[in-house]
Every structure is written in C-alpha cells, then in structure tokens.
C-alpha cells in the first residue's frame, strides 16, 4: 500500500507564486521517475514537469523558466516551485510516481488525489 500526499495548491494572483509538495510513503522500495501532470476542466491530462531518480528534468513548453521540479530522495518528497504563474495555469495539479514496491520489487505508477491551483487575472 502507497500513499502520495498532496499540499501547497490554493488561490494566488497572476504573477504570484506556489510551491507544490508531493509526500510518498508505504510499501516502497525505490521511486524511479516522479512527476506533476495538470489537468483544467474540460481538458486532458498534460504533464508538466518530471524527474528522474538521477534528477534529469523534463519541462512542458508552456511552463520553461517560470516552474522547477526537484525532490528530496531521503524522503520520498517531490516539490514543484511555480513562479509568475499566469490565469492559463489554472488546473488541478496530480503528483505522479513510478516506483518499485516491496517486498517483491514489482514496478507500479500511482497518482495522488490532486490538489487544486487557481490563478486570478
């Protein structure tokens, strides 16, 4: 069993800033890549930023230069800093992990519950 908790989300000015944190904890042997993906009403959903294990990141176009993806391996946790955020990032933000579990070190992907950002214009 895997949990993946999610927090930092919430209301914020365009321009403003949020940091994500996704928190993982369980049955887990060793988390390979991690990532946050978004989705907004109506749409599907996109990834936005990822990780791998060795810290190799991966960036959507749309967010290059305003969000960093890092994580702390100790600790299972991944953050995702999202500055001059603009109305278009608007969206439900889902942490996303692959990792291998324990005991018998079978890969699996699991999804947090999401957590919600909205910026004003």
Known sequence: ?????????????????????CAASGSIFSINAMGWYRQAPGKQRDMV???TSGGITTYADSV?????????????????????????????????????NLPSRVPYVFWGQGTQVTVSS
């Open 49 to 51: 930023a990822e990780i």
């Open 64 to 100: 290059k230069g305003r969000f960093t993806i890092s994580r702390d391996n100790a600790k299972n946790t991944m953050f995702l800093q999202m500055n001059s955020l603009k109305p278009e990032d608007t969206a439900v933000y889902y942490c996303n992990v692959h990792y291998n």
């Open 1 to 21: 069993q895997v949990q993946l908790v999610e927090s930092g989300g919430g209301l914020v000015q365009a321009g403003g800033s949020l940091r994500l944190s």
